[in-house]
């Protein structure tokens, strides 16, 4: 169980990103680049995606490198992460990494996105009084709205997830109703300081439900016909903002519903962890961190900067997986034959 320094490679979406750890996780470097190509589109192009991480990766690797103030050398093994995610984006930086791996001879781990989500909570320092296990993981962003029950490295049980769109993803289609630019969370949350959360009625989906599977279609729907009559014309700004704060209330309200049932189905919860893009959410937050209370847990989001996708939870998944193989005394984990796997 002797290795050095990770670098790793996040690919999966429309963030190129690097980071090197040293073994006890410290972050020696990083660095993201999200990608401004796709705003004109109003959502992630894969193509687009695919072909900007290829061209930034070399020199992102290379800038990471240079930061750290190590030599490619210098580094243990390489670590990227081959799925979920745009295939595309994925076997550019699968690829990039085994091809790393294999010219310095060094070993390549190949992590799941969604496990790095989760484990992020773990990183050395970030949340007082430590994350250990088992806690209650939230992951709401653009492409993915889900609890999991996270119960050991490699151990994961997924409570419920969206039925249809993300929680993000129904942000950002709303925003976009409303005229507002993308990615729309931001923005929609901004407006929706100037609204009345209590102005227009909106539907609750699956509010008192069994499970904590999550829905956001027919609150989208119910939103586009609030915004009939109104047809081409542009909507008067207090209507706007009422709409923005009566939706961003409904899915803190629905999502607060859920956490409190995924909280019932896992009583052995010790914290309750928030991550993703739309944790930033003000609103959402502080209704999630109400429940933990309620439930005498703590509650956890990590910094936005490590609560959507870079690779610092990427290096540091990889860090965890090798740390539990040779726990267990299995040699160090080289998955240099792997392919992505979009949909892992
Ligand atoms: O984790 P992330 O950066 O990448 C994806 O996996 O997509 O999440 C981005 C998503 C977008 O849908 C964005 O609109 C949403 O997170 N988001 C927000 C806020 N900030 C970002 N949604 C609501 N309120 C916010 N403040
Ligand atoms: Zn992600």
Not at 45 to 53: G, K
Not at 215 to 229: E, H, M, N, V
Not at 297 to 312: E, G, I, K, S
Request: aromatic letters at 6%.
């Amino acid at each position: 169980g002797v290795y050095g320094p990770v670098l790793a490679i996040e690919s999966s979406c429309d963030e190129t990103a690097c980071a090197i750890l040293s073994p006890d996780g410290t972050c020696l470097a990083q660095r993201v680049v999200s990608q401004d190509g796709h705003a004109d589109f109003g959502g992630v192009v894969p193509e687009i995606a695919a072909r900007a991480h290829l061209a930034l990766l070399p020199g992102l690797v290379q800038a990471t490198l240079h930061d750290a103030g190590l030599t490619a050398e210098q580094i243990g093994f390489v670590a990227a992460s081959t799925g979920p995610g745009l295939i595309g984006g994925l076997i550019v930086g699968a690829g990039f990494g085994k091809g790393l791996a294999l010219a310095l001879g060094k070993p390549f781990v190949a992590v799941n996105h969604v496990e790095a989500h989760a484990l992020t909570a773990r990183l050395p320092g970030l949340v007082a009084g430590g994350a250990p296990f088992p806690y209650l993981l939230l992951l709401v962003s653009g492409g993915h709205c889900q609890c999991i029950a996270v119960e050991g490295v490699g151990q994961y049980r997924k409570l419920g997830g969206t039925i249809d769109d993300a929680a993000g993803e129904a942000f950002d289609k709303v925003a976009k109703m409303l005229g507002l630019g993308w990615p729309g969370g931001p923005e929609l949350e901004k407006l929706a300081q100037e609204g009345d959360p209590k102005a227009i009625p909106l539907p609750r989906p699956l509010l008192g439900r069994a499970g904590c599977d999550f829905s956001f279609s027919g609150l989208k729907t119910a939103l586009s016909q609030k915004l009939a009559p109104y047809g081409h014309t542009a909507l008067p700004r207090q209507f706007a903002a009422d709409l923005a704060a009566s939706f961003q209330q409904a899915v803190a309200d629905v999502v607060a519903d859920r956490i409190e049932h995924a909280l019932n189905m896992m009583p052995e919860a010790q914290l309750l962890v928030c991550a993703g893009g739309v944790a930033a959410n003000k609103v959402l937050r502080a209704r999630l961190e109400e429940v933990a209370a309620a439930h005498s847990l703590r509650f956890a989001a990590p910094p936005l900067r490590l609560c959507t996708d870079n690779a610092v939870m990427v290096g540091w998944a990889a860090l965890e997986t090798c740390q539990e193989a040779a726990a267990r005394g299995l040699p160090h984990p080289d998955d240099s034959t792997t392919r992505p796997r979009p949909r892992w």
